[in-house]
Structures are given as structure tokens and as C-alpha cells.
């Protein structure tokens, strides 16, 4: 069992840090391929939006997990602050389970519309189900770490948080 977290948790890091990594250097490289290629040789180039944006949602989509796992996302703090641990505890729990009810509701519908598209994106002709692949992933991931935020909530709260 140890190695089987062990492989998994090489997995995620390698999806959580390599390819956002490679992505956004991709998003660079294209940017600066753009630039040069209009000021220097004044012409357009035609995919550079498109794999840039391509790159964009990639990085947000396997690099949020990681967000998540370092609680470095974005959140609205100043009322969860100011209140006393057992509160803080319900909306710990409170917020992780309707995300993970609003999740899991939306899962199946998210794979569905993916794996029914036989739409490609313009210039690069790659098909839908490659480009939002990932946004699955980043779904699963969110799902995973939200029932771990449960769990670690109801840890924190019996190793020490009873005070109300």
C-alpha cells in the first residue's frame, strides 16, 4: 500500500509541477515567437493565440491541485479570521462538502459533453477531447483533495480545535 501512494504521489507531482512547468514555458516561448515574428519578420503568426491559450488552461488546470494542496488559492478570509476554531470548523467542513456535492454532481455531465465532442480547435485541428482532458483531471484532483480538506478538518478540530 505504501508504494502504491508512493507511485500515485510521484504521479500528481509530476502532473501538478512538470507540466504546468512545461506549459507555461511553452506560453513564453510562444509569446516571444510572436513578438519576433511580427516586429523582425512582420508576419503574423497564425497559432500562437491558440497555443497560448491551449497553454494557459493547461497550467490552471493541472497546477490547481497543487494550489489547493499548499492552500495557496484564492480565499475570502477576514469573516473565517475572526471567529472562534469551532466555527472555523463548520465552514471548513460546510464549504468542502457542497463543493464536493456540486463536484461529483457535475462530473459524469463534464466527461459526457468531452468524450461526445467531434469539435477541433481552429487552427490546430486538435480534437476537444485532447485540449479539456486535463480540465477532467483537474475535476478528479479537486474531488480528492476536497475529501482530504474534510478529513483533515475533522482531524484538526479532535486533535485541538474545541475550543468554542
Not at 504521479?11 to 511580427?38: E, H, K, Q
Not at 471567529?83 to 455531465?109: D, E, G, H, M
Not at 480538506?149 to 484538526?156: G, L, S, V, W
Request: include cysteine; aromatic fraction near 18%; glycine fraction near 6%.
Amino acid at each position: 500500500m505504501d508504494n502504491f501512494k508512493k507511485i500515485g504521489k510521484k504521479i500528481v507531482d509530476f502532473l501538478g509541477v512538470f507540466i504546468p512547468n512545461i506549459t507555461f514555458l511553452v506560453i513564453f516561448l510562444t509569446f516571444m515567437v510572436t513578438i519576433v515574428s511580427r516586429y523582425f519578420f512582420k508576419t503574423p503568426v497564425t497559432w500562437s493565440y491558440e497555443v497560448s491559450v491551449l497553454g494557459y488552461m493547461w497550467t490552471m488546470f493541472f497546477g490547481v491541485g497543487k494550489a489547493m494542496e499548499a492552500d495557496e488559492h484564492v480565499v475570502f478570509g477576514l469573516v473565517y479570521d475572526a471567529v472562534k476554531p469551532r466555527t472555523q470548523f463548520i465552514f471548513k467542513v460546510v464549504y468542502n462538502t457542497f463543493l464536493l456535492i456540486l463536484l461529483v454532481i457535475c462530473f459524469v455531465p463534464c466527461f459526457q459533453s468531452m468524450v461526445g465532442k467531434k469539435m477541433v480547435t481552429g487552427v490546430l485541428k486538435l480534437p476537444y477531447t485532447v485540449v479539456f482532458a486535463p480540465f477532467m483531471y483537474m475535476l478528479a484532483e479537486i474531488i480528492v483533495r476536497t475529501c482530504i480538506n474534510i478529513r483533515n478538518a475533522f482531524k484538526e478540530y479532535q486533535e485541538g480545535g474545541k475550543e468554542s
